[in-house]
């Protein structure tokens, strides 16, 4: 029996159960993702979709898994495929050939399981705008056959703030508050699956830290999929992140190593108290550019995997500058997306 494990570095050999079994290293960039590497359940899994539109390739050839118990950021430019791929997952669109399913449930082969078990709330979110709050979640709980109804509704409406508006027309809400409502909908039955479309749109700041405080919450119970333009958004709520462009898949990774694997280079911030030469410092091993930032600070670049601050500092002691800043920066998920969807 052989058993790869990336937590081994050598290949090693262990009693267990009667039996030898040989345990051998892999290199996880060339197995798997890391998040494949995990026990948790698989709730949507996506295996070569495709969507074409005459001659146009919406989704072209996207495969990934989410997972039970994490935030997926979906991201990409407009007209990506993202919303595409989602109205797929959900049903609302049929694909024109690969898989989707959800908890096990082919979306295309058995709909009716399969959308029982998602909650959606698409971008443009479509209200009953005649309907009163509590009306509109009482009439949601019926479609969906909620057991204990009243009670359910109650809840998400305490859930999403609703409290104080329940009694009001849709119509005369805000945008901010149609999008709790919209939410609270898309909570209602207890779905394993949460697909949000867009979810803080037109929210407040405060508002938008409470509704990202409820989505990180909800992660921990349930498979999230969350696509948003605000990038910042995805750092602040996401446990991974994917990237569409042009209908392809160009990443997938958790969050801290998507702002590492993809970017191919290493920042280092360095601020000195005089006035230091751009040439000199463009010199430094493993260097590969120099950017002033202001005054007598500077940006320097290098390969992913060289940390040339021990060689910063050699460089500052060898030339009597006085050291005032030495860090290595990481890439935010704004600039790693401009760079894989420029």
Not at 124 to 134: K, S
Not at 183 to 200: C, F, G, R, S
């Amino acid at each position: 029996m052989v058993f790869r494990l990336s937590s081994f570095p050598e290949k090693t050999e262990v009693f267990w159960g009667g039996r030898f079994l040989v345990l051998l290293p892999v290199q996880k960039s060339h197995f798997l993702p890391s998040h494949f590497l995990t026990s948790k359940k698989v709730s949507v899994k996506v295996s070569h979709l495709l969507k074409i539109y005459d001659t146009q390739r919406a989704v072209d050839d996207v495969t990934f898994e989410a997972r039970k118990g994490e935030v997926l950021g979906f991201l990409g430019p407009n007209g990506a495929g993202k919303t595409t791929t989602m109205k797929i997952i959900t049903g609302y669109l049929p694909q024109s050939g690969g898989k989707a399913e959800v908890c096990g449930f082919d979306v295309a082969e058995q709909p009716m399981e399969a959308r029982a078990r998602v909650g959606y709330l698409p971008e443009h979110n479509p209200l009953y705008r005649d309907m009163y709050v509590r009306e509109y979640l009482a009439f949601t709980a019926g479609v969906h056959k909620v057991k204990n109804a009243a009670k359910r509704v109650d809840e998400m409406v305490e859930r999403t703030g609703l409290v104080s508006h329940r009694h009001k027309q849709i119509g005369e809400l805000s945008k901010g508050y149609r999008q709790r409502v919209g939410l609270a909908q898309a909570m209602l039955h207890d779905p394993e699956v949460l697909i949000l479309d867009e979810p803080t749109s037109g929210l407040d700041p405060n508002q938008i830290v409470e509704i990202r405080q409820l989505i990180k919450d909800l992660g921990t119970e349930k498979t999230v999929i969350l696509s948003t333009h605000i990038l910042a958004e995805v750092e602040a709520v996401c446990d991974r992140a994917i990237i569409i462009n042009k209908g392809k898949l160009v990443a997938d990774a958790p969050i801290q190593e998507l702002k590492q694997q993809f970017t191919g280079q290493a920042l280092v911030t360095v601020e000195f108290a005089e006035n230091a030469d751009k040439n000199l410092l463009a010199k430094i091993k493993n260097v590969q550019s120099v950017k002033n930032l202001g005054k007598n600070q500077w940006q320097l670049t290098a390969p992913a995997d060289k940390d040339i601050r021990a060689e910063v500092f050699a460089f500052a002691v060898a030339n009597k500058l006085t050291l005032l800043e030495l860090r290595k920066e990481t890439y935010s998920v704004e600039e790693v997306f401009q760079q894989l969807t420029k």
